[in-house]
């Protein structure tokens, strides 16, 4: 039981150039989003889904597109990465359902993200 | 004004402390407050969690909730070095998958 699986851990990319960042997870969790952990500003979230097929935007979503194709799965692209993508990313999920509301998120290792 | 106001610190102690970390919100209507712990170069994991008001003790750690004053604070007792790390404060409201954090508390607990 690996619980959230994020690759890679470390990546240094050149302005302008793409990457996914991948997220999978074995908790059979339908929530998964992507946050971005920048000094100062706490935990943002970028984007989310509820379920397969299903995405949505969260705080701070430009750049980055997602999709879910399948419930394990989350991967995050940054279509045209800049020095502003610097940051840390979380992939984090939890169940949907009877305790949703309390939103208790179990989180990856992160992936620290260098964009010159 | 963010919603969750935290202070970054850096909070240093001697081991066997008492230590007490905070935070303020403005919505009235968060419900659910968590608090969780981050190791550098880790992910956050969930530490304590309460639903409304009240306190909540799980060993060392307990949660407190004023929602009257809306400022929820997590005591530490015997403080360990184990404990140095970054503590996240979360809360959302009821039916809703969005969750502010504040920016965190890093904590030190010097031998």
């Known amino acids: 039981n690996a619980g959230v699986t994020q690759t890679p851990k470390f990546q240094v990319l050149k302005t302008g150039q793409s990457m996914t960042l991948q997220c999978a997870q074995d908790?059979?969790?339908?929530?998964m989003s992507w946050y971005r952990q920048d000094p100062g500003m706490g935990l943002r979230l970028i984007h989310y889904?509820?379920?397969?097929?299903?995405?949505d935007q969260g705080e701070v979503p430009n750049g980055y597109n997602v999709s879910r194709s399948t419930t394990e799965d989350f991967p995050l692209r940054l279509l045209s990465a800049a020095p502003s993508q610097t940051s840390v990313y979380f992939c984090?999920?939890?169940?949907?359902?009877?305790?949703?509301?309390?939103?208790?998120?179990?989180f990856g290792a992160g992936s620290r993200l260098t964009v010159l | 004004q963010k919603e969750v106001e935290q202070d970054p610190g850096p909070l240093s102690v001697p081991e066997g402390a008492i230590v007490s970390l905070n935070c303020t919100y403005s919505n009235s209507a968060f419900q659910y407050f968590m608090w969780y712990r981050q190791y550098s170069r880790k992910g956050p994991e969930l530490l304590m969690y309460?639903?409304?008001?009240g306190n909540k003790e799980d060993g060392r750690f307990t949660a407190q909730v004023d929602k009257s004053s809306k400022y929820i604070s997590l005591f530490i007792r015997d403080s360990q070095p184990s404990d140095s790390a970054t503590y996240l404060c979360a809360m959302s409201a009821m039916n809703t998958d969005k969750l502010i954090f504040g920016t965190g508390t890093r904590l030190q607990v010097f031998p």
């Open positions: 984090a999920t939890k169940p949907v359902g009877v305790f949703s509301g309390a939103n208790v998120l179990t």
């Open positions: 908790m059979n969790h339908e929530y």
């Open positions: 889904s509820v379920g397969a097929g299903i995405t």
């Open positions: 309460t639903y409304s008001s």
